[in-house]
Structures are given as structure tokens and as C-alpha cells.
């Protein structure tokens, strides 16, 4: 198992967990992050004691500094401070920051030679291609934390051929929307968007998981990570979340990955791969469930799904602008500023509008982020 880790984003709902899986197998800390949240941040400094933190945000930086001064931890500040807490040469960096804000520091942890466990899943999908480049020519592997995938990569274990493969089936809760048709989602709140059935997490990706955003961005996700084309990758709303995703190989046998839905099993799974350690994790008894079902997604409500896996077939710039439209969006609606059906609105919008370059640099990727999220305002006030 590894011994050193960095948690960017360790302040939010993976960020927690992934400490508590710390502290559990006495992982030593090498670095932590926040955005702008510091008296989570500062317990944790002081319960883990890093060479170096970082906040996003400067004010708050500089006040943490300030409160930890009698630390022995460094504090730095802003994306730079942030992108060099990546580059601490920790054994693994685990990636919970919510957003493309979490793209950069990922590209500074693989270069710095650190495996990633990658929970920000917005990584990929903005900058999938550079990222996996990045990866393989450091020699740097990315075990996946979000639930599905690696639910997919242990399903995968004792693969020896690629091409043996046929199919990735991704579970989907549905979200707390299932079953409604769009006439009954133009006016729903903030609060009811914001209720998940199974999963507790961070707000974006709750909104994400109600407009099926989220299972958008986890095919384009899924595609890179396990080099699949999206047309076999496929999507079954699982509403119990036991079954966490599936891999179909060419004799039809189909290998699923099972437990409770409690993030700390992948998140573990991805600090300590490929061994397996106990875990405060309930144990799964299928009986309490008795039956499992499986229906196909309403492609025509929730819109989003679509719109992922045509940004991901047309590539390019398509699948940064689908994700940086939908982050403002998202933002909008929690901000009371729009309804949740603009949030797809804004997803199409951007599929219609984004900058075509099949030759495109990280740089483009960023600008291509900047200029759908100001185009997305604009569309709406
Ligand atoms: P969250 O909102 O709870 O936490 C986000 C973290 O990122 C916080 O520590 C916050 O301070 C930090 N942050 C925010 N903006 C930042 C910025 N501009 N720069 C640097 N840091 C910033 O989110 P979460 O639910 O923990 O999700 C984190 C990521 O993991 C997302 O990409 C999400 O899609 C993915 N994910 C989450 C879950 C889950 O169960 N929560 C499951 C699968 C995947
Ligand atoms: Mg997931």
C-alpha cells in the first residue's frame, strides 16, 4: 500500500472520506487543499500536520496562515499554490476538487511523477486526451474513485486482452427525478433537485445526478479512462445502487462490482490497489434488498446523457464546452438564478456553439472553458 498522500479539495465530501480512509491505514499527508472553506481545513493541518496546504482563495489563504501560523505546515494560495500542493511528489494524489478547477492540478501531479486517484471526474472530460497522454508518458496510473468506474476497473481485474471486452454498462441511480416526464421539471426547487435518494455529496454533482449530467459526464469519463468507444458504453438506471457498474465480455458473461453505496470502498480501493484491507464500510446483505431493478433511462427528460455522448463522438473541443456550460448552469440554478431545465438548455447550447479544432492544445481546452461559461451567463441574464 502506498505510505504518502495529498488531498486536493479535502474540505468536500470525498475529500472527508478519503481522510478518514488516511487514517484508518496511517497514510502519512503530505499535502491538503480547500477552495475556500478554512476551519474544516485548519483541522485537518492540525490533525495532519502537511509540509504544505493550499487555498484557492486568497483572502482565505491568507487569514489560514494567519490561524496555523503555530503549525509546522506551509501555506500557499491561489490555483498556483494549489497546483504546487499537486506537485508534492506524495505516492498518490487523490483529486476531489468539484470542476475544471481540478484539471490543472491534475496535470501538475502527474508531472511531478504521482499516481492520481481521480474522483474529479471534470478532468477527463475536459482534458482527456492530454491528461491520459501525460499519464502513460510518466509512467503515472489513474485509479478511478467515482463509484462507477471503479466498479468498472475491478470488473476488469484479471482482464488479459482489450479486445475480449464487448461492452461497459454504467449504473445510474436516476436521481431524484426518475419517472417524471419534463413538463413536470420546469419548475422544481432547488431543495428538491438537491435531495439524492442514495448518495450523500457535494452540490454540484447532486444537480448533476438530477439532471443525469452526471452520467454524461461519467460515459466521456469512462471512454477515456478505459479507452471505449462511447457507442459500447452503455447506461441502465439502477435505482438501488448495489450494483455499481458492469463489464460485458465477448462470451456475454457479464462481471459487476457490489457493496453498499458508500464512497469510501472505491476511494480506498484506489489508495491501496490492487490489495484489499478492511473497511468501515457496512457489509452488503443482498436479502434487506430482495429485489434489484434495472430500466432504461428517459433519454427524452433527461436530455444531458445524449448531449455527453454526441460531444464525446464529435470531440475535439465539444466535450470541455458541454462541461463548462453545464458548470455554470449548474451554478446558476443553485444560485436561484435559473430553472432546472436551462441547465440543459445551456449543455445543447454549447454543443451547437463551441470552437470546432480537431488540432487543439490544453490551452485551448481552458479557453474553450472560459468562453462557453461567459457565453452560458449571457444566455440566461
Ligand atoms: P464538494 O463540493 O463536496 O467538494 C469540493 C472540494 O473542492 C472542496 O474541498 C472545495 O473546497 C474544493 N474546491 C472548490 N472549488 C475549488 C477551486 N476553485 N479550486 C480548488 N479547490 C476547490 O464536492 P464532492 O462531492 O466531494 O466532489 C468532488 C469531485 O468528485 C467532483 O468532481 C465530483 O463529480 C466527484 N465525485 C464525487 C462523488 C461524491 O460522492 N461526492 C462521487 C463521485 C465523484
Ligand atoms: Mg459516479
Redesign the pocket.
Known amino acids: 500500500m502506498i505510505k504518502s498522500l495529498a488531498v486536493?479539495?479535502?474540505?468536500?465530501?470525498?475529500?472527508?472520506?478519503a481522510l478518514e480512509v488516511a487514517r484508518l491505514h496511517g497514510l502519512k499527508i503530505e499535502a491538503l487543499?480547500?477552495?475556500?472553506?478554512i476551519d474544516?481545513?485548519e483541522n485537518q493541518i492540525r490533525e495532519f500536520l502537511p509540509a504544505v496546504a493550499?487555498?484557492?482563495?486568497e483572502k482565505a489563504a491568507r487569514e489560514l496562515k494567519v490561524r496555523v501560523a503555530d503549525t509546522p505546515t506551509k501555506v500557499l494560495s491561489g490555483?498556483k499554490g494549489?497546483c504546487e500542493c499537486a506537485a508534492c511528489s506524495a505516492e498518490s494524489v487523490l483529486?476531489?476538487?468539484?470542476?475544471i478547477?481540478?484539471l490543472a492540478?491534475t496535470v501538475s501531479a502527474i508531472e511531478a511523477g504521482s499516481d492520481i486517484a481521480l474522483?474529479?471526474?471534470?478532468?477527463l472530460v475536459a482534458g482527456g486526451k492530454f491528461v491520459m497522454a501525460l499519464a502513460k508518458e510518466k509512467g503515472v496510473s489513474i485509479l478511478p474513485?467515482?463509484?462507477e468506474h471503479s466498479a468498472i476497473f475491478q470488473s476488469l481485474q484479471g482482464c488479459a486482452d482489450k479486445k475480449q471486452i464487448k461492452r461497459l454498462i454504467l449504473t445510474a441511480s436516476g436521481g431524484p427525478f426518475f419517472g417524471k416526464k419534463k413538463e413536470e421539471l420546469e419548475n422544481v426547487t432547488i431543495e428538491q433537485a438537491l435531495n439524492h435518494p442514495n448518495?450523500?455529496?457535494?452540490?454540484?454533482?447532486?444537480i448533476?445526478s438530477a439532471t443525469m449530467m452526471?452520467k454524461g459526464?461519467e460515459l466521456i469519463e469512462a471512454a477515456w479512462l478505459f479507452g471505449m468507444p462511447a457507442k459500447d458504453i452503455d447506461i441502465v438506471v439502477h435505482r438501488q445502487s448495489i450494483v455499481h457498474s458492469l463489464v460485458e465480455y465477448s462470451d456475454n458473461s457479464v462481471i459487476a462490482q457490489l457493496g453498499v453505496p458508500d464512497?469510501r470502498i472505491?476511494i480506498q480501493y484506489a489508495l491501496t490497489y490492487p490489495d484489499r484491507f478492511e473497511s468501515p464500510v457496512r457489509q452488503l446483505d443482498l436479502t434487506e434488498f430482495g429485489t434489484l431493478t434495472f430500466e432504461k433511462p428517459d433519454y427524452e427528460t433527461f436530455s444531458c446523457i445524449n448531449l455527453c455522448r454526441r460531444a464525446f463522438e464529435k470531440g475535439g473541443l465539444y466535450p470541455a464546452a458541454v462541461n463548462a456550460a453545464n458548470e455554470k448552469a449548474n451554478e446558476l440554478f443553485r444560485q436561484g438564478k435559473i430553472g432546472f431545465l436551462d441547465i440543459a438548455r445551456a449543455v445543447s447550447n454549447a454543443l451547437e456553439t463551441a470552437p470546432q479544432k480537431n488540432d487543439y492544445s490544453l490551452g485551448d481546452v481552458f479557453e474553450t472553458d472560459r468562453l462557453i461559461r461567459s457565453q452560458t451567463e449571457r444566455l440566461f441574464l
Do not use: C, H
Not at 486536493?8 to 472520506?17: A, C, D, E, P, R
Not at 487543499?33 to 472553506?37: E, V, Y
Open positions: 486536493l479539495g479535502s474540505t468536500g465530501s470525498i475529500g472527508v472520506q487543499t480547500a477552495g475556500s472553506r474544516i481545513l493550499a487555498v484557492a482563495d490555483e494549489v483529486n476531489s476538487i468539484v470542476g478547477a481540478g492540478p474522483a474529479n471526474k471534470e478532468t474513485v467515482d463509484s448518495w450523500s455529496m457535494g452540490a454540484k454533482i447532486t448533476d452526471n459526464l464512497m472505491p
